[in-house]
T-cell receptor, first 112, second 110 residues
């Protein structure tokens, strides 16, 4: 069966510090991978998605970047965090078009 | 782009009551998905619908893919306290990216 792992679960970082959130998927190959941000417990904002290694599409301009160094690994990064980067970050995976997306447990990021 | 309207935004009900929420789209979807999110957790897929008119149940949950392919509803029968959470609909219209509704927050009073 397929599983998705996302870590860390919580993170408190000072303004201006770098960020690296990691997501890995097991039990499938060539998944579509997604990073979402959720503010105030409502609404899922798509940040990045990837349909293959090294292929990253950005949905909104922001202080963040994403990379996919391996087939089942998706990384969300920032060189310098802003207070506005605080939120709940969710990684998800899916297969092809018109199919389900499955979410990780999320990372609660607080920038102080 | 595709827009998804989910309603109601919030629901406050008594334990044992039935719940109904729905989503409507400005364009046609090929797949409808319903998720539940518990506080501090990632959304969990409840039901997936693939055909117009399809009616699918998962325990006390029932969801339907509208005939026009522009809407879907989710019903919860005989609600219990653990039904509390945020319910999201999502539609897939031929792309790699599901479009999500803004969620329905459900609170169940014992």
């Amino acid at each position: 069966s397929q599983t998705i792992h996302q870590w860390p679960a919580t993170l408190v970082q000072p303004v201006g510090s770098p960020l690296s959130l990691e997501c890995t998927v097991e039990g499938t190959s060539n998944p579509n991978l997604y990073w979402y941000r959720q503010a105030a417990g409502r609404g899922l904002q798509l940040l990045f998605y990837s349909v293959g290694i090294g292929q990253i599409s950005s949905e909104v301009p922001q202080n963040l970047s994403a990379s996919r160094p391996q087939d089942r690994q998706f990384i969300l990064s920032s060189k310098k965090l802003l207070l506005s980067d605080s939120g709940f970050y969710l990684c998800a995976w899916g297969r092809g078009k018109n199919t389900e997306a499955f979410f990780g447990q999320g990372t609660r990021l607080t920038v102080v | 782009g595709q827009q998804l309207n989910q309603s109601p935004q919030s629901m406050f009900i008594q334990e044992g009551e039935d719940v109904s929420m729905n989503c409507t789209s400005s364009s046609i979807f090929n797949t409808w998905l319903w998720y539940k999110q518990d506080p501090g957790e990632g959304p969990v897929l409840l039901i997936a619908l693939y055909k117009a008119g399809e009616l699918t149940s998962n325990g006390r949950l029932t969801a339907q893919f509208g005939i026009t392919r522009k809407d879907s509803f989710l019903n919860i029968s005989a609600s219990i306290p653990s039904d509390v959470g945020i319910y999201f609909c999502a539609g897939q219209g031929g792309s790699y990216i599901p479009t999500f509704g803004r969620g329905t927050s459900l609170i169940v009073h014992p």
